[in-house]
């Protein structure tokens, strides 16, 4: 059994696309995903600053703490792994998200492993970007997305919300969110970053 991938070309793209999930293998950047995890963050908006550990796509069942609707992008930060749940689709509304990327500074104090709540981040007043420079996906093309572009093994950054205990291992709403609490993955984010972004349909700025 294996995981299949079929390729098909959006409105306007060639971005490759995951079909539903197909047997019990695990998918490449899944294999070695944490069975247990940290508990350091806090009830709070901030940026996690880690090593990739593992990519998991929505819906596959074989790591743990699986979810069927949003990729899962785990991160080392401090010896412990956390859980970094991406929205690749909406639950409000059209099922549709809206993607974009810029390179910019890292926003909030300079990269260093762990989590830091004192860090903030707004789509409009920090990166300067409009709702117009998005661009509409399914949730296969955003779920490839992620898959394609976040490497195991090297440092991200990834602006998102946790409710703390019970579950500090978690962090979610990595999506345009609120003033000063938009959440973003951020590649490369110690050399040259480069934020992944994304809204949903009713939100204007």
């Not at 990327?101 to 890292?106: F, K, N, Q, R, Y």
């Given at each position: 059994m294996r995981w299949i991938w079929l390729f098909a070309a959006a409105c306007g793209s060639s971005a490759?696309?995951?079909?539903?999930?197909?047997g019990d293998s695990t998918p490449a950047k899944?294999?070695?995903?944490?069975?247990?995890?940290?508990?350091?963050?806090?009830?709070?908006?901030?940026?996690?600053?880690?090593?990739?550990?593992?990519?998991?796509?929505?819906?596959?069942q074989g790591c743990t703490q699986p979810n069927s609707t949003h990729t899962v992008v785990q991160v080392m930060a401090g010896g412990a792994a956390y859980r970094m749940?991406?929205?690749?689709?909406?639950?409000?509304?059209?099922?549709?998200?809206?993607?974009?990327?810029?390179?910019?500074?890292?926003?909030?104090?300079?990269w260093a492993e762990g989590w830091h709540p004192d860090a903030q981040l707004d789509y409009a007043t920090t990166l300067h970007v409009m709702k117009s420079q998005f661009t509409e996906a399914d949730q296969a093309t955003a779920a490839q997305r992620v898959y394609d572009m976040v490497e195991l093994g090297e440092h991200i950054s990834v602006f998102a919300t946790s409710s703390g205990p019970p579950k500090a291992d978690s962090a979610d709403k990595?999506?345009?969110?609120?003033?000063?609490?938009?959440?973003?993955i951020v590649l490369h984010p110690?050399?040259?970053?480069?934020?992944?972004?994304?809204?949903?349909?009713?939100?204007q700025f």
């Open positions: 490759a696309k995951p079909d539903a999930y197909a899944a294999v070695a995903c944490a069975t247990t995890f940290g508990s350091g963050l806090t009830n709070s908006f901030g940026r996690l600053d880690g090593t990739v550990l593992a990519v998991i796509p929505p819906n596959f749940v991406v929205n690749v689709l909406s639950t409000q509304g059209p099922p549709d998200v809206f993607l974009t990327e810029v390179d910019a500074p890292l926003a909030g104090p300079a990595i999506h345009r969110n609120a003033t000063n609490a938009d959440g973003a110690d050399t040259a970053p480069h934020y992944l972004l994304t809204a949903f349909s009713e939100q």
